[in-house]
């Protein structure tokens, strides 16, 4: 394949059994949990008629997933990775399949529903981290850009597919079947992970947890390349809030509804996906550093044309690049972050870069919410998204070494990182 090409190169798949098992996994566990997705909030709501229990379910599992992160970062970089993600993958389908045997009886338990969904939540959370810290060591550093793109793509042709398999079995069936398959699917995905070798970290200091995942903030606070490429990307994150102003900008801005609502879901996934089947060439980029801040800062500025388009096609063709600048952006932080973290720390590193995904997305959403009832959902994404712009702006100026970096240069582990810009560092 031609390296100008702008398509994902799909030749790791060819080349790499292990990297093809982990990939066919990835497929299966993407399906049966949009097809889990779409059933929990359903029962939840079939058995108490209140969207308060649903969000309670919600946030159950994000907890679950926050202490999941923590904990797998640490146990990533200290046990065979290998082990960890197969042992994850299994509980998580055991939780799932208890849902399903829940959903068949008389009564269905809700206290069940939220274990689990906390349950999920951690295992889950677990079994991703450890997975992506072996994927520099399954494909190679070298290899990492096409190996992001097709996780990436595989993620966002889940998201996109999924749950609408999910409503067609509850349409069809019963939600008890969507516990099922999920369950029955999540087990399967053992069945490509047990070739995988083991996976053990390097070497790691002995001493307790907490004192591990305190060396993976402060390798984050001394490194200026991956300290940078967090915040970043946690500016990037919190503009996924964004979808909490859809149905008032459907209907205040647009003059739309239900269906305008939907075609706006739709429109950033859909754009995500593209973004990620066209990034071959984001691998040969000369400065993949100012490429993601160029990136973000225009998903941004596409944000703040919400505010001030009138036609709804005009608003889907700007969520859509939205979504596309979005996968660039999250490609190149998942190209930077494993390129430049030392194997003992990818464990601890990958799962607190999750976590800034968690817990952006939260504070942008209860931020732009609060920001568009003190004003007008039109001037609140309009001001959201020129703030975040400004923002992006500044980290250009500040992280000088992140855009100056070049593609190839050899990785430091332990570079400082004091503020927008480090000490000893050229002026921008």
Known sequence: MSKSSIFVDFSLLKNNSHFRAVFVARMMSVFALGILTVAVPVQIHE???STLQVGFAMALDSVGMFVGLMCGGVLADRFDRRKLILT??????????????????AEPSLLALYIVSAWDGFFGAMGITALMASIPTLVGRENLAAAGALSMLTVRFGAVMSPAVGGLIIVSADVSWNYLLAGVGTVATLLPLVRLPSLKPGDHPPGHPLQALLEGFQFLCRHKIVGAVIVVGTA??????IR???PALAEEGYGGGAFEVGLMFS??????????FTSGWVGGWRRPGALML?????????????????????ALVALALVGYLGSIT??????LVQSHTPDRLLGRVNSLWSAQDVVGDGVGAVGLGALARAVTPVLGVFSFGVAVAMAGAAMTLGFGSLRKMQSGEPPEETEPMSGFVAENEEPA
């Open 47 to 49: 058995l108490t008629g």
């Open 88 to 105: 994850a993958r299994f509980l998580c389908g055991v939780g799932f399949l208890a849902l399903a045997l829940n959903s068949f009886v």
């Open 236 to 241: 990037q994150t919190v503009l996924s809030a």
């Open 244 to 246: 909490v102003l859809f």
């Open 267 to 276: 429109a950033v996934p859909l754009g995500a996906m593209l973004g990620a």
């Open 294 to 314: 160029g990136a973000m800062t225009a998903s941004a500025l596409a944000v703040a044309s919400l505010g001030v388009v009138s036609h709804i096609w005009l």
């Open 330 to 335: 999250s490609l190149l932080q998942f190209m």
